[in-house]
């Protein structure tokens, strides 16, 4: 519980996690990899959406 595990999200999940036992899962790109990661929004979207 509270572990951070730093490596191949693929590995370490089937090598160290139990099944069904993952509420959260945050992937970071890797960096100086040259490539373009940004997300393009339309125009037009309220500015006052919910979450």
């Given at each position: 519980m509270n572990t951070l595990h730093y490596g191949d999200n693929l590995k370490i999940l089937?090598?160290?996690?139990?099944?069904?036992?993952?509420?959260?899962?945050?992937l970071d790109p890797p960096f100086n990899s040259n490539r373009n990661y940004s997300v393009l929004f339309r125009s037009g979207m309220s500015?006052?959406?919910?979450a």
């Open positions: 089937r090598d160290y996690i139990k099944d069904e036992s993952v509420d959260l899962v945050y500015e006052n959406r919910s």
